[in-house]
Each structure stands twice: as C-alpha cells, then as structure tokens.
C-alpha cells in the first residue's frame, strides 16, 4: 500500500519533471498509449449544455414529486407516545429538507449551465470570425507559374 507522502513525492517529482495533466478521453501525444481514445481536441456543444439544463429542471420536478409523496405518506404516521413515531419524524423531517435543498440545487444550477453553453458558444464564434477576418485580409497568392493557359 502506498502512502500518502509517498504519492504526494511522486506526484511533485511529476510535475518537477513536466508531466502534463491530461483529460482521460483526450488522445495521447507521447506515443505511450496513454488516454481514452479521444481525438485529442475538446469540443464544446451549445446544445449539449442546453440538455443539461433542461434535464436538471426534470430532475428538479422529478425530486419535488418524491418529497410530495414522502409528505403524503407522513401524514398519519405520528402516533402520540410511540417512540418508533418520534423517529420515524425526525428522519422524515432530515429526507424532506435533504429533498427540499436538492431541488433547489438543481433549479440553481440551471442558469449558470445555460450561460456556460452560451458563453462557450459566443466565444468559438468569436474565434472563429477572427480567423475568418484574417483570411478575408491576407488571401494567398497564387501558385507559381502563372495559369495554364486553357493548356
């Protein structure tokens, strides 16, 4: 078994000797096999983040349907003096609050997806326009030797 300090060395000696952190489905560049078969380039996709969104707000409502379900099934359950009761409350309580929060993680969670789809998507736009406008700018000569002259 490894320890710590000694994985933490290995991983400083790493870095010492510029070992790059890679993304696992990137391709590998050193020829050792190494990554997940990826082409090596990371692509963004509006839509792709947009899914995302759209599958946190069906989650959201999908969380919301169970805490209402564990409120239905509550109701009831509170026998006065049993102590299987007293508890049976305090994790009903301890799951709706969990429940509550998650919901509401996920509705947050929402926007800031949309926007970073977004934001990715003005950027490679952005990018893209600016090579476009050099290309317009700085067109390539010719080739070399003139037309063929309908030869």
């Given amino acids: 078994m490894v320890t710590f300090d000694s994985e933490w060395a290995g991983l400083k000696q790493q870095a010492a000797a510029g070992a790059d952190m890679r993304l696992a489905s990137a391709a590998p560049t050193d020829g050792s096999g190494g990554g997940g078969g990826g082409k090596g380039d990371l ?56 429940l509550e929060k998650l919901s509401g993680k996920c509705t947050s969670l929402q926007g800031p997806l949309e926007k970073a789809g977004q934001g990715q998507y003005e950027n490679d736009a952005a990018i893209e326009s600016g090579f476009r406008q050099v290309d317009a700018q700085y067109k390539d000569t010719p080739a070399t030797g003139g037309s063929d002259g309908g030869r």
């Fill in 43 to 98: 692509k963004s996709d509006k839509a792709v983040w947009d899914r995302a969104s759209k599958d946190l707000a069906g989650l959201s409502t999908t969380v919301k349907g169970g805490a209402s379900a564990l409120e239905t099934g509550q109701k009831g359950a509170a026998a006065a003096g049993v102590e299987s009761a007293t508890a049976q409350a305090e994790l009903y309580q301890s799951w709706k609050t969990y």
